[in-house]
């Protein structure tokens, strides 16, 4: 099936999307991300090293731009400026690389996103070339005020990062769905694989995550485990489900030409 994720104009073949934190080590970042099949990796550059600290190992050792597509993002901003200025830095660590996830948290308990925060962040940032993912809320009226600005990809929250408590509004990704043209990324809360299948049995373009996959017992099980279910959420979405029905008497194998026993 030649189905393809495009974004910001750039084709993947692979509809799940991973970060590289909270991993015991290198070792076990690459291991998972290559059982995972993910071809776009996002990178927290406030907690990570891509070659701001030229004395610490750096994440491009295992992870080179030749093979992935990074996705630098702003996890630990809490204000645009911070959110811009980190963005820059990893521009030019990444010489000139432009695809970026925006995010802009509203405070350290919930890790909630702070919708203003994002919407003037976005902002400076499509101004200054960058192409911009953005973790937003799963409200559909900041989803298209986020395209609108020129957001390439809207990536609402299932529920709170790393909470693990998989899609609590499905009915909220379907109305973000229907009001934007780019494609919607679920992003945060997921915690096995069901809930990445059903995201994408709803119609999503892809999921992101981390925490679940690093978070497992088997990490690297569990990502291979994630790269399924969303191939067979996507393949159930294009195959479309039967109509749920409270009951139904239509046996679900045919009865013409069955042999009937009669009385003599």
């Keep these: 099936m030649n189905d393809i994720l495009t974004i910001a104009g750039k084709s993947y073949?692979?509809?799940l999307l991973v970060g590289t934190g909270k991993y015991q080590d290198f070792a076990q970042t690459q291991a998972?991300?290559?059982?995972?099949?993910?071809?776009?990796i996002t990178i927290a550059i406030r907690r990570s090293n891509i070659g701001q600290n030229p004395n610490e190992p750096s994440l491009l050792e295992i992870l080179p731009p030749s093979k992935y597509t990074l996705l630098p993002n702003t996890a630990g901003c809490y204000t645009a400026e911070d959110a811009v200025r980190t963005l820059r830095l990893a521009r030019e660590l990444l010489?000139?690389?432009?695809?970026?996830?925006?995010?802009?948290?509203?405070?350290?308990?919930?890790?909630?996103?702070?919708?203003?925060?994002?919407?003037?962040?976005?902002k400076t940032l499509v101004a200054e070339g960058f192409q911009v993912m953005v973790y937003t809320s799963d409200d559909p009226i900041i989803a298209r005020q986020l395209e609108d600005l020129g957001c390439v990809a809207i990536m609402p929250l299932a529920s709170l990062i790393g909470s693990g408590m998989g899609?609590?509004?499905p009915w909220n990704l379907q109305l973000i769905m229907e009001r934007v043209q780019v494609p919607v990324i679920v992003d945060a809360?997921?915690?096995?694989?069901?809930?990445?299948a059903i995201a994408m049995e709803l119609g999503c373009a892809g999921v992101l995550m981390n925490t679940a996959i690093a978070a497992a017992?088997?990490?690297?099980?569990?990502?291979?485990?994630?790269?399924?279910?969303?191939?067979?959420?996507?393949?159930?979405?294009?195959?479309?489900r039967m109509p749920k029905k409270l009951y139904s008497a239509s046996p679900s194998s045919p009865l013409a030409g069955i042999i009937s026993s009669t009385r003599s």
């Design 167 to 169: 899609i609590l509004n």
């Design 189 to 196: 809360g997921v915690g096995t694989a069901s809930d990445a």
């Design 95 to 122: 010489d000139g690389h432009s695809l970026v996830k925006l995010e802009v948290l509203g405070d350290p308990q919930s890790l909630y996103p702070n919708v203003i925060e994002t919407l003037a962040a976005a």
């Design 217 to 240: 017992a088997q990490p690297v099980l569990m990502a291979g485990a994630m790269k399924q279910a969303v191939e067979a959420g996507r393949s159930a979405y294009l195959a479309g």
């Design 32 to 40: 998972a991300i290559e059982a995972s099949g993910a071809e776009i």
């Design 13 to 15: 073949h692979s509809r």
